[in-house]
């Protein structure tokens, strides 16, 4: 049963415009979210998070949205570059919660065509 | 400049070996993990530890061990490589909830 869905396996967005990766929850105890960024062969790297407190998180091209109500949270990055082209995984963890383990979603695979 | 090291990048082994994944952080991180990836799918968590001595299983199961008897090191053991562990191995440490992971760069593992 996953706990952190990202529906959308690729997402195909030309340069300049807004990219925008959903990520949906389904454990009402989750109260951290996390996006990470993925190269192949590479291991993830972390890009932006946020708390359960806020629903809005902003960091340079990076923002990131969070709906409790709806258990959903959203990155928006604009505008799109090249060099975002990668694999990006939405995490989520729970204060409190076995070894503070995040749980990944099976990531999206963002294309950003010139 | 990476904080967490996975040794080797790239490993082919053939069935039957014993293997170790090394993973060593100089964040001074009590809590480091275990993740195993599948091409397109999640990271499943394969082991975690809270510090020294400590280690758990996580949500997969994995007939691999583990240890801790160094904060800076979490070792990965499979006692007989098999092609069903052919996966990539991520290593990630954290200073704690709300703080997130830093994850080396993974060992793509293949056993023939």
């Known amino acids: ?114 | 400049e990476a904080d967490i090291y996975q040794t080797p990048r790239y490993l082919v082994i053939g069935t039957g070996k014993k293997i170790t994944l090394e993973c060593s952080q100089t964040m001074g991180h009590d809590k480091m993990y275990w993740y195993q990836q599948d091409p397109g799918m999640e990271l499943h968590l394969i082991h975690y530890s809270y510090g020294v001595n400590s280690t758990e299983k996580g949500d997969l199961s994995s007939e691999s061990t583990v240890s801790r008897i160094r904060t800076e090191h979490f070792p990965l053991t499979l006692e007989s490589a098999r092609p069903s562990h052919t996966s990539q191995y991520l290593c990630a440490s954290s200073s704690g909830w709300g703080y997130g992971y830093t994850f080396g760069s993974g060992t793509r593992l293949t056993v023939v």
């Not at chain 1, 949906?24 to 998070?49: R, V």
């Not at chain 1, 989520?92 to 990944?104: E, H, K, V």
């Open chain 1, 1 to 114: 049963d996953q706990q952190v869905k990202q529906n959308s396996p690729s997402l195909s967005v030309q340069e300049g415009r807004i990219s925008i990766l959903n990520c949906d929850y389904t454990n009402s105890m989750f109260d951290y979210f996390l996006w990470y960024k993925k190269y192949p062969a590479e291991g993830p790297t972390f890009l932006i998070s946020i708390s359960s407190i806020k629903d809005k998180n902003e960091d340079g091209r990076f923002t990131v949205f969070l709906n409790k109500s709806a258990k959903h949270l959203s990155l928006h990055i604009v505008p799109s570059q090249p060099g975002d082209s990668a694999v990006y995984f939405c995490a989520a963890s729970s204060q409190g919660g076995g070894a503070d383990g995040l749980t990944f979603g099976k990531g999206t695979h963002l294309i950003i065509q010139p």
